[in-house]
């Protein structure tokens, strides 16, 4: 860890905030020490050399403004005047938030078992069934995976979580090894490219982050096991499920286990995954015609078995 990147870490754990905070911010300040170098005190053409060194990478204007927090908490320790810096203001409307298709996930799924390397696998098996982001795949807190679990270490104030690892996906994490956050983006687009799937260059690991949040949004299960599986931040919780977040226990393995039931690509990883996927279709197909009013006697014994099996198993 560097001088700075300490000062930095040390700073935000004494005031209280979450480790995984502080950890994120101690990396965006190592890179500054790593464009800027180890000094005293910092001025305009300092920060204008890191900027430099973002921009170059392809951060957005959004990101860049995230990574200047740790800065301007450094200039406040160091006890030097943080330079008013003229800069895009950043709309709504112009952030762009990239999300595959349901179609695309699956594509990647089974296109990629057949064409990536051991690690890339895995890497895509963690992406599609537990949605983290960039920094919670690669170091300096990567993945655990230990005894039929792996522990992702989040970001951005959500809680470090332990999930459990289905059967679908066992094998396949056998290859993982991590790699640095930024070589993890070329990863992504190496991906990509054997796969066959053209994309945007804002695509990245957080699409489908995205993309499996909004089909267990569509899904039955309950916005509280959707915010715990897709390990949100207790302050987003609260916001937006209220007091019903103190109320209700966390139960992470029963979480795991309703969410793997319902989840919209873990199917695609098994080696049964075809009876699966038409069993999944069968059964809505026999809810339509229920709710159409169209449901014979024979169909609704169909949809009877078919739902007691699936809370059986």
Known sequence: MGKLAEMIYNDLIARGKQVDTAEHWRTWTERFENACGIKEKYDRQDLMKFL???RERGFTQNSINTHLRPIKLLAQ???WPFPRLSMPKVKTEDITRTIFTKEEVIMSIQTGR??????????LAIATVYGPRREELSYPKPPEITDGKITLHTVKGGPKTTHLIPPEITPVLEGFSPYSADY?????????NKIGLRVGKRYGWHSFRRALATELLLSEASALNISRFMRWSDTTL??????LTIYAKKDQARIDQQIFRIHPFLPYWGSGESREIERRDKLQSLIDLLESGELSGEEIEQLITMVRTRVDT
């Open 52 to 54: 430099k060194w973002e």
């Open 114 to 123: 057949q064409l990536l390397e051991p690690n890339e696998l895995s890497f």
């Open 238 to 243: 609260k916001r937006e499920l209220g007091t």
């Open 77 to 79: 320790i160091q006890d």
């Open 184 to 192: 993890m983006s070329h990863v992504f687009q190496q991906i990509m």
